[in-house]
């Protein structure tokens, strides 16, 4: 059973449209939420992240929502440019002080010039 | 600062042979994570080790996989009598605060025939 579990599994925006991708977890302890993109050939890096006593996180043109009760967040990716195209992966870990990162399956998002 | 540094980029074997992928981590920091990473499965959690210390490995397969950080400068993940199913890039990350962000290498793509 996915803890972690993301949406769509590939998405394709045009330049300057507003991509969103949808996540969502199991585990009510969980409390933080990074954002990790890769591009093809190196490993995940760290986009965004969220802690669960906030809704809202913005970082240039990254947003996160997140919504403690339904247990799901979403990545806006503002003014989508085709070097965003990469595969962005939502992933959670908790309680506080948990080591532990757990991954949803990932996002591949093209954009389109 | 390197970065995470895996080696080799690239590792092709047999089936039956033993394969072993190094790791070092960026300096400094105290816990180095190992995940695997397939397009069906996605980012799976392998092990960690903190101070050098093994903490969770319960994402290693019982079997033929085990892993080390004989010193802080580097990790080992050996996999013996490898199978075709093996085949997967493994990434390694390291961190200085727990889960809040990891730093990935680049990976090793192993391929086993």
């Known amino acids: 059973q996915q803890q972690v579990r993301q949406s769509p599994q590939s998405l394709t925006v045009w330049e300057g449209e507003t991509a969103i991708l949808n996540c969502s977890y199991e585990?009510?302890?969980?409390?933080?939420f990074p954002w990790y993109q890769q591009f093809p050939g190196e490993g995940p890096a760290l986009l965004i992240a969220i802690r669960s006593v906030s809704d809202k996180k913005e970082d240039g043109g990254f947003t996160i929502f997140f919504n403690k009760r339904e247990k799901n967040l979403s990545l806006h990716i503002k003014d989508s440019q085709p070097g965003d195209s990469a595969t962005y992966f939502c992933?959670?870990?908790?309680?506080?002080?948990?080591?532990?990162?757990?991954f949803g399956s990932g996002t591949q998002l093209t954009v389109m010039p | 600062n390197a970065g995470v540094i895996q080696t080799p980029r690239h590792k092709v074997t047999g089936k039956g042979q033993e394969a072993t992928l190094w790791c070092e981590p960026i300096?400094?920091?105290?816990?180095v994570f190992w995940y695997r990473q397939t397009i069906v499965q996605g980012l799976e959690f392998l092990t960690y080790f903190r101070n050098q210390a093994p903490i969770d490995d319960s994402g290693m397969p019982k079997e033929r996989f085990s892993a080390q950080m004989p010193n802080q400068s580097h990790s080992t993940l050996k996999i013996q009598s490898t199978q075709p199913q093996d085949s997967a890039v493994y990434l390694c990350a390291s961190s200085s605060r727990g889960a809040e962000t990891l730093y990935f290498g680049s990976g090793t793509r192993l391929t086993v025939l």
């Open positions: 585990n009510s302890a969980f409390d933080y």
């Open positions: 992933a959670a870990s908790g309680p506080s002080g948990s080591w532990q990162l757990i």
């Open positions: 300096s400094g920091h105290s816990a």
